[in-house]
Structures are given as C-alpha cells and as structure tokens.
C-alpha cells in the first residue's frame, strides 16, 4: 500500500492544502478544485481489500426479518460483497430502488441493520485505472456519480448504471488507525460525504462533494456480507 506521509509533501503541496475546506455540510458542492490527498489515509486495491476485511473478522449475515425482495440478493462478484455504515448516523447505506424518477436507485445510509440485497454492495476491482465499480445487490446496477444533476441533488450517488465507467469509479481509502473507510469518485475527485442535515427524501444520501476527509461525514464502516 502506498503511504502518505508529511516527509513526502512539498512545499507547494502543503501550501495548496492549507487553503482548501471542504464544503459545508448540505451546502452544494463546488467543482473547480481538485480534492486533496487525505493524510493518514491509503489506497486500496482488489487484492487488499480482501486482505484487510478478510483479517479483521467483520461478516454480517442478513437479518430473516427483511421483505423477500430485501432479501433476495444478487450473486456477488470475485472482489467481494460489503454493506457500507455510516460513522456519522451508524446506518448502513441502502439503496431507494423504489424512489421514483429522476431518484430512483439514490445510496441513503437509512437502515439500522443489514437485511439483504438492498444494504449489498459489491465491491468490483478495475486494474487498468486502479479504481473500483460499485454494483448493488438490490437492482444490479451500478453506483454512478450524477454530476449534471441541478443544486443540491449535484453528485448524489445512484445505483443506475448497466456498465462502468468514469462516472461509476472510486478510489478506495483506508484509514488503519481508525479503522474506517473513504470513496473518491474518479468524475469529480470530490470524497463521498453522508448528508446527515438534508431533509425529506434526500435525508442521509450519499453525495461525492468533499474536498477532503474531515471526518465523520465521510468516513465508512465496511462489512463483508456472508450467506
């Protein structure tokens, strides 16, 4: 794994770093800076991914007590099938297939426990750009980055794609200290933040529009699902 450390930054690095915030939470986002590299943070690739969540012994099986269709999951692929918490609300990341047009498929970290297909996620390495594609469980499509959509619907993620492309890659972070997780969409270069002060149905959506990792907002927990 690559690590970041102080001693590798340049000057000019540190002095651009200095400068950028992140947005304000439920504020909508801005795309003319490029996010920052998270300190303390490292890249993942498929076969760590494996490595580290295979070793820390952290498997949910889903709960009996979902709708059969919640339950009905998808096959998962060869990188992995993860449910995604929270750290800010300690909800797992759901995906609204039943939402109605144009936010039908939006990822909300909604549910209290994982239930089946639609907390499911799997996780599918890319070598050729070292980024992954996320596939849910709950419709068979891929999680893509909507960075037409209008104020602050701006990229919020949806779980709309057939295949995967720019819009539907991330670069996957891990933070061994904390334990926690962070996803930088390859569209827009802006970390996936958890919009815990939106209200209604965008209550809790994920949306790719943090400059950097501040905390909890755009920090995960990540679980493999078991059978």
Avoid: C
Avoid at 76 to 100: C, I, P, V
Avoid at 113 to 132: D, I, L, M, R
Avoid at 204 to 220: H, K, M, P
């Amino acid at each position: 794994m690559r690590r970041m450390t102080s001693a590798l930054l340049s000057l000019s690095a540190l002095l651009t770093a200095s400068v950028l915030a992140a947005p304000a939470a439920g504020a909508a986002p801005h795309n003319d800076r490029p996010a920052a590299m998270p300190a303390g943070w490292e890249t993942v690739d498929g076969a760590e991914l494996a490595h580290i969540t295979g070793s820390d012994g952290r498997t949910l099986t889903p709960s009996p007590q979902g709708p059969a269709d919640r339950r009905a999951a998808a096959p998962a692929d060869e990188s992995g099938t993860f449910a995604l918490q929270s750290d800010r609300n300690g909800r797992f990341t759901a995906t609204e297939k039943n939402y109605a047009s144009p936010n039908t498929g939006l990822l909300r970290a909604r549910s209290a426990e994982v239930t089946g297909a639609w907390e499911g996620f799997a996780f599918e390495w890319h070598e050729a750009t070292q980024t992954y594609a996320l596939k849910s469980l709950a419709n068979n499509r891929y999680v893509a980055v909507e960075g037409n959509y209008p104020g602050n619907t701006q990229n919020v993620l949806r779980a709309r794609s057939t295949a995967a492309g720019t819009w539907e890659r991330f670069t996957l972070y891990y933070n061994e200290d904390l334990d926690r997780w962070a996803l930088q969409s390859a569209l827009n270069g802006r970390f996936v933040a958890m919009e815990n002060s939106y209200t209604g149905p965008l209550q809790y959506a994920l949306r790719a529009r943090s400059v950097e990792v501040t905390g909890s907002w755009e920090q995960f927990a990540l679980y493999e699902i078991g059978n």
